[in-house]
């Protein structure tokens, strides 16, 4: 079982570095004028969100649970970008303009924090990244990242890996912003698989349950493996009985 792990991850990884560096859309990135208009398409986002305000708050990058699901919706949204124009955050204007889209009458996203995602001139780190500086400059984080979150088995418990792979992230200089630096290594990553949207949710849900830079919430996965087990005894249990009979 761990060989065949490590060569699923050895295909998986280099998926991952061709893309990349063959991907048309990032290659031919040229710098674009600053927009006022929200360059994002939130294809997962319903005007009246269903949040019972009971998921985590990205090790408290979020100012509450409630701010977790428009969140998602936006970070899947940025991938999306990434994946196209290899460009991962926006400028302030841009950011008012796409948080107007995705407010609700559940969550304040103006006061979630999602803001701090934000191209700010003047400051180092990875404000102003695009895809192709996210590689050159925090290549090994990405690889990883890549090795820790790319395939969720819960009998391997990935997602404490997953969580391990992205509080490794740090920056490139001491006083980098580190969230920025863990937000674009992520929007790299995810914009490379755009269209597996269960492991981007899966992702999602293991690194938004975090607190105290590790994983307290169970998972959708350790449940099910719960159920599994259940209903596995309450199988054999049957079984003993009718052979009793």
């Known amino acids: ?3 065949l792990m490590d060569s699923q991850m050895i295909i998986h990884t280099s998926f991952i570095f061709f893309f990349f560096w063959f991907s048309n859309p990032i290659k031919n990135t040229v710098s674009q004028p600053s927009s006022t ?4 398409e939130f294809k997962n986002h319903k005007t009246a969100l269903s949040s019972t305000c009971e998921e985590g708050t990205w090790d408290d990058f979020l100012r509450d649970k409630c701010c977790k699901e428009p969140f998602n919706v936006y970070l899947d949204a940025l991938a999306a970008r990434a994946n196209q124009t290899g460009r991962i955050f926006l400028n302030s204007l841009e950011q008012t303009s796409c948080l107007n889209k995705i407010k609700n009458n559940i969550t304040d996203v103006f006061s979630c924090g999602i803001d701090k995602l934000t191209i700010t001139s003047g400051v180092k780190g990875c404000s102003g990244f695009l895809v192709q500086d996210v590689l050159n400059k925090l290549g090994d984080e990405v690889i990883g990242l890549s090795t820790g979150c790319g395939l969720f088995d819960r009998l391997e418990g990935t997602c404490e890996k997953c969580v391990k792979s992205w509080n490794e992230i740090r920056g490139i200089e001491a006083g980098d ?18 269209d597996d949207l269960i492991w981007a949710q899966n992702i999602h849900r293991c690194l938004g349950n975090v607190t105290n830079g590790f994983k307290v919430y169970a998972d959708t996965s350790a ?5 599994e087990t259940a209903g596995m005894l309450f199988y054999v249990s049957c079984f003993i009985c009718n052979c009793v009979k």
């Open 223 to 227: 449940q099910e493996k719960k159920e």
């Open 177 to 194: 912003d580190v969230d920025l630096c863990r937000f674009a290594v992520l929007t790299s990553l995810t914009s490379s698989r755009i």
């Open 37 to 40: 208009h929200c360059p994002l």
């Open 1 to 3: 079982m761990p060989l």
